[in-house]
């Protein structure tokens, strides 16, 4: 059974920074990809970011140059660090592993990032 856990979600004053962190258990395939999606109420779910096994990173257009993912193959981890925050950052935050077969994607449970301004 996959188990995704995200931890690191929380209050922080706009400017701040938050390092999330997502661990995947249970995972007896090879994964692509691993990253994260955000939703913020009202919004659609939108790809913040990726990084798949051979360190190829994609970014949201709006957290580019303040977002770093880092991902780690072995432990089946992935980590969002998140500096210059925005109000507009605001979301609960997804972490998700891609393999190659259906279903393909498996996802967290989310944490709640909230930047207050």
């Known amino acids: 059974q996959v188990h995704l856990v995200e931890s690191g979600g929380g209050l922080v004053q706009a400017g701040g920074s938050l390092r999330l962190s997502c661990a995947a258990s249970?995972?007896?395939?090879?994964?692509?990809?691993m990253g994260w999606y955000r939703q913020a109420p009202g919004k659609e779910r939108e790809l913040v970011a990726d990084?798949?096994?051979?360190?190829?990173?994609n970014f949201l257009d709006s957290v580019k140059g303040r977002f770093t993912i880092s991902g780690d193959y072995v432990k089946n981890t992935v980590y969002l660090q998140m500096n210059n925050l925005r109000p507009e950052d605001t979301a609960v935050y997804f972490c998700?592993?891609?393999?190659?077969?259906?279903?393909?994607?498996?996802w967290g449970q989310g944490t709640q990032v909230t930047v207050s301004s």
């Open positions: 990084i798949s096994r051979g360190g190829s990173t």
């Open positions: 249970g995972v007896f395939f090879s994964i692509s990809t």
């Open positions: 998700f592993v891609r393999g190659y077969v259906k279903p393909y994607d498996y």
